[in-house]
């Protein structure tokens, strides 16, 4: 079975400061989805950044970029120049290449922005 | 954008009654729409997931009876909490896929609370 971890329950990170936040998955599939949502206090689900697996190139997204490790299935995440309206959970997220499939998450890591 | 909409966004009810959670697709179809639930600072956890025209999967653990789902067209889902008790309090959300996108889109979620 499919499983993700995000061994960083909080974290925080100075405004205008960059931080990264990690995760590793563990699956057998070689195709696959990741994803990083973000859930603000709205607690609405956003969609910050996705990866497909068989893309070598790390996806970015303005100031939101990913490291993409296939071989070691890592997925972390990295915000640059931290703003206050990033403060939220960040949950990454796994997905197999079926559309229809359900949506497995880690943990989720509460960021604090610093003023 | 393709919206999922989530109603009603909090509902209050007395423990032994049974409320209903809907989940409509507003500019989409949805044959698939999945039901999660979310404790208070923990990730979200599926519950099932919903099949237009046939029975919902549910998760291991999950009781069939107590949370009754409906997925009776291709925009709506329905979640009915039946005979609820305090521990169903919760926030509960729910995610489709629209057609040729490899995302899920997220309402924006009921939080229940049973007295």
């Known amino acids: 079975a499919q499983t993700v971890t995000q061994s960083q329950p909080e974290m925080s990170v100075q405004e205008a400061e960059t931080v990264t936040l990690s995760c590793t998955y563990d699956?057998?599939?070689?195709?696959?989805?990741l994803f990083w949502y973000k859930q603000p206090p709205s607690r609405q689900m956003i969609l910050v950044i996705r990866q497909e697996a068989y893309k070598q190139q790390n996806a970015t997204e303005n100031r939101f970029s990913v490291n993409f490790q296939k071989a070691a299935k890592s997925f972390s995440l990295k915000i640059s120049d931290s703003q206050l309206g990033d403060a939220a959970m960040y949950f990454c997220?796994?997905?197999?290449?079926?559309?229809?499939?359900?949506?497995?998450f880690g943990k989720g890591t509460r960021l604090h922005i610093l003023p | 954008g393709a919206v999922v909409s989530q109603h009603p966004s909090w509902v209050i009810c007395k423990s032994g009654t049974s409320v209903k959670i809907e989940c409509r697709s507003l500019d989409f179809q949805a044959t698939t729409m999945f039901w999660y639930r979310q404790f208070p600072k923990q990730s979200l956890m599926l519950m099932a997931t919903s099949n237009e025209g046939s029975k919902a999967t549910y998760e291991q653990g999950v009781e069939k009876d107590k949370f009754l789902i409906n997925h009776a067209s291709l925009t709506l889902s329905t979640l009915t909490v039946t005979s609820a008790h305090p521990e169903d309090s919760s926030f509960y959300i729910c995610?489709?896929?629209?057609?040729?996108?490899?995302?899920?889109?997220f309402g924006a979620g009921t939080r229940l609370s049973v007295l």
């Open positions: 699956t057998s599939e070689s195709d696959y989805y």
């Open positions: 995610s489709a896929p629209p057609p040729g996108l490899n995302i899920q889109y």
């Open positions: 997220a796994y997905r197999t290449m079926n559309r229809d499939d359900k949506i497995i």
